[in-house]
């Protein structure tokens, strides 16, 4: 996750984790972004990473809008 955030920031680009906490297997690894990779984008948009991360107790997700 670390060298995914380290690229959007090399790009120009502002990155938002969302901690997907469905994903236990995918624990620390990026298991999507908006926008899709390809995309045009601008300097300063917003890139989302949903990275996997293991479920806690009691601890909801919160759905960014796209």
């Known amino acids: 996750m670390q060298d995914a955030v380290i ?3 090399q790009a120009g680009l502002i990155p938002i984790i ?4 469905s994903q236990a ?3 620390g690894r990026v298991a ?3 926008p899709a990779a390809g995309t045009p984008v601008l300097l300063g ?4 990473l949903r990275v ?3 479920p806690r107790t009691g601890e909801r997700m919160v759905d960014l809008p796209t």
């Open 32 to 34: 999507g972004q908006v």
């Open 45 to 48: 948009d917003l890139v989302r």
């Open 25 to 27: 297997a995918a624990q």
């Open 7 to 9: 690229r959007v920031l």
């Open 52 to 54: 996997g991360a293991p």
């Open 18 to 21: 969302e901690m997907d906490r």
